[in-house]
């Protein structure tokens, strides 16, 4: 079994940065990617920013220039450092992990990005 924890999510002013934090604990092997989704209410998961195991990175359109995806120095961490915030960015965002042929979800954070 895997476990996924984020944190870090909270409400930011327009404009404003967010960090968050992503560990995965338990029987990971070898970790093919780990990456960020949000959803927003009445729509659906999306991809944010994913890394694979060698450090390749992609982004959505949406968040590229904004957004940085990094892994930490313990094994099985991911960030996401969020700048330039804005009001569409507001979801719960969500970490998963691929590994040994299976996709893990933590329970989500909530970013709510608010004047």
């Known amino acids: 079994q895997v476990q996924v924890v984020e944190s870090g999510g909270g409400l930011v002013q327009p404009g404003g940065s967010l960090r968050l934090s992503c560990a995965a604990s338990?029987?990971?092997?070898?970790?093919?990617?780990m990456g960020w989704y949000r959803q927003a209410p009445g729509n659906q998961r999306e991809l944010v920013a994913s890394i694979l195991g060698g450090g390749s990175t992609s982004y959505a359109d949406s968040v590229k220039g904004r957004f940085t995806i990094s892994r930490g120095n313990a094994k099985n961490t991911v960030y996401l450092q969020m700048d330039s915030l804005q009001p569409e960015d507001t979801a719960v965002y969500y970490c998963k992990v691929i590994t040994g042929g299976r996709g893990y979800w933590g329970q989500g954070t909530q970013v709510a990005v608010s004047s």
């Open positions: 338990g029987n990971i092997f070898m970790t093919l990617s």
